[in-house]
C-alpha cells in the first residue's frame, strides 16, 4: 500500500501554496469551515451573527488573499490558531462597518464589542480543537479505508476498527478478522500506521489506540 501520509498536513499544505494554491486555498476552505463555525456558536460570536455566515464572510475576504496563507505559513502558528485570531479580527471589523452604515446586528455597544473579540474564549477554543480532531481523524480513517478496499485488504481496515476504533483486544479481532497474529508486523504498512501519521497532532482516543495494534497490545 503507497504510503498515504508521507508528510504533515502542514508540510503539504505549504507545498501547495508554492504550487497549488487554488487547492490549498479550497483545502482549507473545506476543512476549517466546520471547526470554526464550532468555534463561533461556542463564543460570544454568536451574538453578532450567524455562525456559518460570519465564518462564510470571513473565509471568502481572507482566503481570497493569496499571502493571508503565505504569512500563515511563516507565523510558526497551527492553522486552525491563525484561523480563530483571524475570525475574531473580522467579526470585529464586520460589526464596526455595519455599525457605521446602521444596519442591524452593528449596534452592539463598543465596549461590549471589544470585549467579544479582544480575546479568545476558553469554551470556543475546546470547541475548535474538538472539531478539528474529529475531521482530522475522520478524514485520515476515510482514506486509509478507500485504500485498503482498493487492494482487497478490507480485513485489515476490519481488524483496525475493531480493535483501534472499537477497542475489542487484539486477539478477539484477529479470530474475528482470520488474520493471524503473527502478520501483525505487516500492520505498519497498513491502516494503523497511515492513519496515526494523518493524525497525530490530535492524539485521540482512536488513533492512540491504532499504534497499538503493531504490537499486539
Not at 78 to 85: E, F, G, Q, S, T
Not at 184 to 212: G, L, N, Y
Request: glycine share 6%.
Amino acid at each position: 500500500m503507497p504510503d498515504l501520509f508521507p508528510t504533515t498536513h502542514s508540510t503539504w499544505l505549504v507545498d501547495r501554496l508554492s504550487h497549488a494554491p487554488d487547492e490549498a486555498r479550497a483545502h482549507v476552505m473545506a476543512s476549517y469551515f466546520e471547526p470554526l463555525c464550532a468555534y463561533a456558536r461556542a463564543s460570544s460570536l454568536r451574538a453578532l451573527g450567524e455562525p456559518a455566515e460570519l465564518v462564510n464572510s470571513f473565509l471568502a475576504a481572507r482566503l481570497d488573499d493569496h499571502a493571508y496563507l503565505v504569512r500563515w505559513s511563516q507565523s510558526g502558528m497551527p492553522l486552525r490558531r491563525w484561523l480563530a485570531n483571524g475570525l475574531l479580527t473580522h467579526a470585529r471589523n464586520d460589526a464596526l462597518a455595519r455599525a457605521r452604515r446602521g444596519r442591524v446586528g452593528g449596534t452592539v455597544p463598543p465596549a461590549e464589542l471589544e470585549r467579544m473579540t479582544n480575546a479568545h474564549e476558553t469554551d470556543a477554543l475546546l470547541a475548535l480543537e474538538r472539531a478539528w480532531a474529529v475531521r482530522t481523524v475522520t478524514e485520515a480513517h476515510e482514506r486509509v479505508h478507500t485504500e485498503l478496499v482498493a487492494e482487497g485488504r478490507a480485513d485489515w481496515w476490519e481488524l483496525f476498527r475493531l480493535h483501534g476504533v472499537q477497542g475489542m483486544a487484539y486477539e478477539q479481532a484477529c479470530s474475528i478478522t482470520g488474520i493471524a497474529r503473527w502478520s501483525r508486523a505487516s500492520a505498519t504498512r497498513c491502516a494503523p500506521s497511515s492513519s496515526a501519521r494523518a493524525s497525530a497532532p490530535t492524539r485521540s482516543t482512536a488513533s492512540s489506540r491504532s499504534c497499538r495494534i503493531c504490537s499486539g497490545s
